[in-house]
């Protein structure tokens, strides 16, 4: 069974810094996606960020992108330019493309953004 | 476009009563599935559907029912419902296509269940 591992509880940074959450998972299979969500205080979950395990190409969105290694099983999130928007609890989440179809979440991690 | 909606935001409960949340989705969305989110824990995922007519257990099934006889509703039933069951709820769904390929959720606002 795949496992995430957020082992940060929680982190914050200052207005227009840079912060890296990272993430680890655990898992014997070569195919599958790594995401991350974010979850602001309104509650709704909303998809950040997504790299394909067969990408060597790290994904980038904006000020979001990740630094994947895929020998290492190691998915973190670099957030530049940090927003108080940012403020959120953020989730590293994996899914097998051998059709599991269950999205494994991480415990999570909360990343305050101070003015 | 309403996307997902879950009801009740908000529901207390007393021990042994049953109660069902409701989800519906109007993007004719295959896949649906429920989860649940405890302090500590991240979000597990309880059941899910690939279609109507179609559903499956996730990690943490005990305790939940759920059935699917139209694509748009995805409803999750406690039938006895117990303190270790407080929670927040997500519905989520996705085009099943789209979900084997990019595996992105589109998630409800969330149910806050409360078991005295």
């Known amino acids: 069974a795949q496992t995430v591992t957020q082992s940060q509880p929680e982190m914050s940074v200052q207005e227009a810094e840079t912060v890296t959450l990272s993430c680890t998972y655990d898992t014997s299979e070569s195919n599958y996606y790594l995401f991350w969500y974010k979850q602001p205080p309104s509650r709704q979950m909303i998809l950040v960020i997504r790299?394909?395990?067969?990408?060597?190409q790290n994904a980038t969105e904006n000020r979001f992108s990740v630094n994947f290694q895929k020998a290492a099983k190691s998915f973190s999130l670099k957030i530049s330019d940090s927003q108080l928007g940012d403020t959120a609890m953020y989730f590293c989440?994996?899914?097998?493309?051998?059709?599991?179809?269950?999205?494994?979440f991480g415990k999570g991690m909360k990343l305050t953004v101070n003015p | 476009n309403a996307g997902v909606t879950q009801t009740p935001k908000f529901q207390v409960l007393k021990t042994g009563q049953s109660m069902t949340l409701q989800c519906a989705q109007d993007m004719n969305h295959e896949y649906m599935s429920w989860y649940r989110q405890d302090p500590g824990m991240g979000l597990r995922l309880i059941h899910y559907?690939?279609?109507?007519?179609?559903?499956d257990q996730g990690e943490v099934p005990n305790g939940y029912n759920v059935s699917r006889s139209t694509t748009e509703d995805f409803p999750l039933r406690l039938l006895s419902a117990a303190p270790s069951q407080t929670s927040v709820y997500f519905c989520?769904?996705?085009?099943?296509?789209?979900?084997?390929?990019?595996?992105?959720?589109?998630f409800g606002e969330g149910s806050r269940l409360t078991v005295l």
């Open positions: 989520a769904s996705s085009y099943l296509r789209d979900y084997a390929n990019t595996g992105e959720l589109f």
């Open positions: 790299q394909e395990a067969y990408k060597q």
């Open positions: 559907s690939v279609g109507a007519g179609i559903t």
């Open positions: 989440a994996f899914l097998s493309q051998g059709g599991s179809e269950k999205l494994v």
